[in-house]
């Protein structure tokens, strides 16, 4: 099993993910634990139901952030990537709640050969999340370096 290498990323493409994923109250607790961060947004309902706007513990955004481009990965990038060396524009326009199932798309934006490495390039992707309403929960994009198939002599 393997990803796509630099050479087969189509710049404007646009990968549909298969993959779905409701997210659980374990999840939220797990990740928040797991990170350190007490953030009652996150763990604790009574909070939630009576000092918040939402009603209900939101999703760690960063667990979210981490599953909308974690959903692309058997697709894309699964034994490909050298490394991410970094993500921007990363914006949440609606919350994500326990029980929400999120799927994911993601666009490829552009791609260049390395100049330091022959034998890799950067790709920028831009990644998309949605809840089971289609609605846009996460955004962001990343700069991953790829191996390329065949070496630039």
Same mark, same amino acid.
């Given at each position: 099993?393997?990803?796509?290498?630099?050479?087969?990323?189509?710049?404007?493409?646009?990968?549909?993910?298969?993959?779905?994923?409701?997210?659980?109250?374990?999840?939220n607790?797990?990740?928040?634990c797991?990170?350190?961060?007490?953030?009652? &947004?996150?763990?604790?309902?009574?909070?939630?139901?009576?000092?918040?706007?939402?009603? +209900?513990?939101?999703?760690?955004?960063?667990?979210?952030?981490? &599953?909308?481009? @974690?959903?692309?990965?058997?697709?894309?990038?699964? *034994?490909?990537?050298? *490394?991410? &060396?970094?993500?921007?524009?990363?914006?949440?326009?609606?919350? =994500?709640? +326990?029980?929400?199932?999120?799927?994911?798309t993601? +666009?490829?934006?552009?791609?260049? *050969?390395?100049?330091? /490495?022959?034998?890799? @390039?950067?790709?920028?992707?831009?990644?998309?999340?949605?809840? +089971?309403?289609?609605?846009?929960v996460?955004?962001?994009? /990343?700069q991953?370096?790829?191996?390329?198939?065949? =070496?630039?002599?």
């Open positions: 099993m393997s990803g796509l290498y630099f050479e087969d990323f189509e710049e404007g493409k646009i990968h549909v993910h298969p993959l779905r994923r409701t997210v659980t109250e374990m999840d607790m797990m990740f928040s797991m990170t350190l961060n007490p953030q009652p &947004l996150h763990i604790d309902r009574h909070f939630c139901e009576s000092e918040t706007e939402f009603g +209900q513990p939101l999703m760690n955004s960063i667990f979210t952030l981490g &599953l909308v481009i @974690g959903i692309s990965v058997n697709d894309l990038t699964v *034994a490909t990537t050298i *490394a991410n &060396l970094g993500m921007s524009d990363v914006r949440f326009p609606k919350p =994500v709640f +326990q029980g929400d199932t999120l799927h994911a993601t +666009q490829v934006i552009s791609k260049r *050969a390395s100049k330091s /490495r022959p034998e890799a @390039g950067i790709v920028e992707l831009e990644h998309k999340g949605f809840n +089971q309403h289609d609605e846009l996460a955004i962001c994009r /990343r991953a370096f790829m191996r390329k198939k065949s =070496v630039d002599v």
